[in-house]
C-alpha cells in the first residue's frame, strides 16, 4: 500500500481485501461454530452459505442452528453492512473525481498507436469540432488518435460530443496542464507526432492569452524537444518567444491583411476561407438556385502539391516555362497551376506565378487548385498519343466555364527590375530574412489594374489565341517605360507635399515583422500632420473633405492601435500597385495610439488618423464616410456581455447596423468573432430572400456541412468574415506544411523574390465574348501571363436580391 500508484487502483486494492477478509472471516467462522450444532458443513459448504447470505438471496438450504453461530453471522453481517458501503462510496468518488480529469494516455499505446495533443486553457464545442472535421477530413489522419489537455473541465455540451460514438474512440481527454511534467507524462507528450497550441477566446486580454500561450510553448519544448508545435497567437510582437516552434499562425497578421485585400480584391476573405476549409462540394448541389449549386461545387477547390517529376498532370511540361505548365495543364486536365517551391542554394522558396521566365524543373513541388487531388484522380488513355486525359469525381472537365462577369482575383508576376534586386540583395546582406519562417521581401515592380473607383480602366482582353507557344511574350513593355512610369510620380495627384519613394519602411511597430518592398516618403511626415481632423502650422483641414484626394479612401475602425495595422497598410502600400490610385488610409482610433505606432505609420503616405467612434455620427462624417470606398470595422476586444460568447459582438454589430441605414452605398467590411453572427449583418426584417437562405444554412448543416454559413450574402460578398475561420490553417499545415507560408504570401503579408502578387481584374461588356471561365484563363495566359483563380460574381436573384457568389477555378 505505499507504493506509488494510482488512487483508484488503491481503493480497488482496499474494497479487495476488505471484502476477502470478511468472507475468510464469515467462512472459518460459520464452520467452527457448527461443529457444537446438529449440521455439520465443511468448508465448501460454509464459502456457499457465507455468499448466499451476503448476497441477501437466502435459499435456507443451509443455516445456523445454535446458539454462538447465529450470534456470530448477525456480528459478521453488521459488520459489512457497515464497512462495504463505505468502501464501494470512496471507490465511486474516486472514479468521478478521475472521470473529471480524463484518463491517461497509456505508455503501451503511445508505442502501438498515432496520437496528437491539443493544449488549450478552455475547449469550447466550436473549436474542438472545427478542429475535429479539419483533422480527420483528410484520409491519411484517420487511425490517428487526439488527445485533448486543458486545465478547466469541459462544460456539459462538450463533454455530450465526446460520448458521440465518433469521437468516443478517437478522442482521450485529459484535464491537466501543459507546465506540469507529470500531466505532459500522461498525454505521452514525447510520443506525440505533433503539439497543437491554441489561443484561449474567451479572454478579455489578448496579451494574456498569449502569455499563457508562450509558457505552454516553452514547457512543452522542455520537454519534448523532438515534437512538432503548431502554435496559434493574437499579438504580433509576441511571434518573438515563439520564432523556434515549426509552425505559427499570428491571427492579428491575418486578419489585418484580409481585410486590406477584401478593399483592393473584393471576397478575398471569403476565397481564402473556402480554401482553408475541407469540402467535398456537396454544399448547396439540392438547391433550386443556380448560384447555389455552382458556388457550393467550387467550394470544394483546395490547394495541393506534387513534386513535378511524379505528377501526370505536370510532368510532361519539364523544361517548359511556368506560364507554359499552367496554360496547358488547365486545357487539358482542368487543374490550375499557380505556384512552385523550388530549391535555391539551400533553400526551398515558394514562388506564386513566377512567370514564363521560369523553367521548370524535375524536382519542383507543384502547387495547384482542383477539386481533388491527382493521387485521387483517374485517367483514360488516349488511343492516339501518350497523354492521360483527367477524368475527376465530378466527370471529364471541360474548358469550358459558367458565364459570369464581376472581378477577378489573380496571381500575377513578370521579370524584376535589377536595381531592386540589387537593393534585395544589399538588405538580405544586412540580416533580413535569416529566420527560416520568415520569407524574403519581393523586389518586382509591376503596374497592375486597381478597383473599380479608378478612372482608368484597363482594356478589353482581346481575342484568344489558338494555343500559347512555349515562349510566352508578355505586354512588350520594356524596363525603361516601366521606370519611367514608377519614378514620374506627381505630388498633386497624391495630394501629398514630400516626395514618394519605394523601399523598406525604416521603422516597424514590432520585432519580426518581414520586410516589405512599398511605396514610402522620403521623409516621414510629422506626427502632428498625421490627425486628419486636427489644425496644425502645416495643415489647416478639419475633415476629410477638405483634403479634395483625388481617390475614395478607406477608413479603418477599431477600438486601439493594434501593432498588425501595419499589416493593413502594407498590403495597401505595396509596390507593385500603381501612385495615382494610392487610396489614403483613414483610421478611426477609440484610444489615442502611442508615439511608436505613430512613428512607424508616419513613413507611408496618405496615412492619416483620427480620434472617434464608430458610434458617433459627428466622428464618421469627419473621416469622410461619405467619400469612402470602404469602411472596415474591427471587432471590439472589449464586450459588454461577459456572460454570453455569443453576445460579445452585439457592439459591432449594431453600430454597423447604423451605418448601413445611414450609408447603404458605402461597403462595409467587418470582423466578427463569432461566424454564427453573420446573419445579423446588413439585416432586414422582412427580407424573403435572407430567410430562404437562413432555410438553405439550417439544410446544410443537418447534412453535416461544415461552412454552412457560405451562403449567407454578406459573407459571400466578402462584407463579413470571422477570425475563428483561420484557424483551420494551423490544422491543415499538419497535414500540407507549406499552407502558412501560401497564405501569407497570397495575403502580401511576406513577400518572396520571384513570386507574383494578388490582383484584380474587371470583366467589361466587352469582355463577353469570351464567354467560358476556361478561354478566360487562357487568354490571361497568353497575354499577360496571369493565373486566374476565382471569378466574384453579380447573379441577380428572382426576389429582386442580389446574391454574390465567389466562383472558383474548377
Known sequence: ???????????????????????????????????????????????????????????????????????????????ALIVLPTQFEQLAFTWMERQKLGGTYSNYRAQSERHVVVCSTTLRADTLMDFLNEFYAHPLLQDYFVVLLSPCELDTTTKMILQVPMWAQRVIYIQGSALKDTDLTRTRMNAAKACFILAARNYADRSASDEHTILRSWAVRDFAPNVPQYVQIFRPENKLHVAFAEHVVCEDEFKYAMLANNCLCPGTSTLVTLLLHTSRGKEGQTSDEDWHRLYGKCSGNEIYHIRLSESRFFGEYEGKSFTYASFHSHRKYGVALIGIQTSVRGNRPIMLNPGPSYVMKPTDICFYMNITKEENSGFLTSGSGGSGQKKSKEGAEKDGEEEGKGVMISDKGLDSRSQDLSLL????????????????????????????????????????????????????????????EEEEVP?????????????????????????????????????????????????????AKEYNWSNQCIILAADFA??????????????????????????????????????????????????????????????????????????????????????????????????????????????LSQSSNMRFMQFRAHDTYALHLSRTEKREREKGSHISYMFRLPFAAGNVFSASMLDTMLYQTFVKDYMITFVRLLLGIDQAPGSGFLSCVWITNEDLWIRTYGRLYQKLCSTSCEIPIGIYRTVSSDSGSVALELAGDK
Open 491 to 543: 505630388c498633386s495627384a497624391l495630394s501629398e507635399s514630400c516626395k514618394m519613394i519605394k523601399g523598406f519602411p525604416p521603422v516597424t511597430p514590432y520585432i519580426g515583422v518581414s520586410p516589405t518592398f512599398c511605396y514610402l516618403l522620403k521623409q516621414k511626415k510629422p506626427v502632428c500632420c498625421l490627425q486628419l481632423a486636427q489644425v496644425c502650422e502645416h495643415c489647416s483641414f478639419r475633415n
Open 425 to 484: 540583395k544589399s538588405r538580405i546582406a544586412k540580416g533580413f530574412g535569416k529566420k527560416p519562417h520568415l520569407e524574403l521581401p519581393s523586389v518586382r515592380a509591376l503596374r497592375t489594374s486597381e478597383s473599380s473607383t479608378s478612372t482608368e480602366r484597363r482594356p478589353s482582353i482581346g481575342p484568344v489565341p489558338d494555343m500559347l507557344r512555349e515562349e510566352t511574350e508578355t505586354d512588350g513593355e520594356t524596363e525603361e517605360e516601366i521606370k519611367k
Open 1 to 79: 500500500m505505499q507504493k506509488s500508484q494510482s488512487a483508484i487502483s488503491q481503493r480497488l486494492m482496499i474494497l479487495t481485501a476488505t471484502l476477502l477478509c470478511l468472507i475468510l472471516t464469515s467462512v472459518c467462522g460459520y464452520h467452527h461454530f457448527q461443529r457444537a450444532g446438529k449440521l455439520h458443513v465443511n468448508m465448501f459448504e460454509s464459502l456457499y452459505f457465507v455468499v448466499v447470505t451476503f448476497s441477501t438471496v437466502g435459499y435456507g438450504d443451509y443455516r445456523p442452528d445454535n446458539y454462538p453461530s447465529q450470534l456470530f453471522m448477525v456480528v459478521m453481517i453488521c459488520v
Open 562 to 671: 493594434s501593432s498588425a495595422i501595419y499589416n493593413f497598410i502594407v498590403p495597401l502600400r505595396a509596390h507593385f500597385r500603381s501612385p495615382q490610385l494610392l487610396k489614403p488610409i483613414i483610421l478611426l482610433l477609440e484610444k489615442k495610439p502611442d508615439s511608436a505606432f505613430l512613428d512607424a505609420i508616419s513613413w507611408f503616405p496618405l496615412v492619416y488618423w483620427m480620434q472617434g467612434c464608430i458610434d458617433n455620427l459627428d466622428d464618421l462624417l469627419r473621416a469622410g464616410i461619405n467619400l469612402a470606398d470602404s469602411v472596415v470595422v474591427v471587432n471590439k476586444e472589449s464586450s459588454n456581455s461577459t456572460e454570453e460568447d455569443h453576445l460579445t459582438d452585439c457592439n459591432t454589430i449594431v453600430a454597423v447596423q447604423t451605418m448601413f441605414r445611414l450609408f447603404p452605398s458605402v461597403r462595409v467590411i467587418t470582423e
